[in-house]
């Protein structure tokens, strides 16, 4: 309901284990500095991508409604 009342319209959690992680054979792998690093990267990265993606729609969507206004 919050993010309604706040309009967002894209919320994310974003978890980690401080530990590690097991692939698929159960072989436990522990997380390093280079790999939390990593992380942050692709974090940043996804969301920089998103913002461009949602630039370009709010763009298209008001070259819309200039097209529908000019045709009226």
Do not use: P, W
Request: charged share 40%; net charge neutral.
């Amino acid at each position: 309901m919050l993010s309604k009342e706040c309009n967002i319209t894209n919320c994310f959690t974003f978890e980690a284990s401080f530990h590690g992680y097991f692939d698929q054979e159960r072989v436990n792998y522990e997380f390093t500095e280079k790999s939390y690093e990593e992380m942050g990267k692709r974090l940043v990265t996804c969301m920089f991508e998103l913002m461009e993606l949602l630039e370009g729609e709010n763009k298209a969507k008001k070259l819309r409604e200039v097209e529908k206004k000019r045709k009226r």
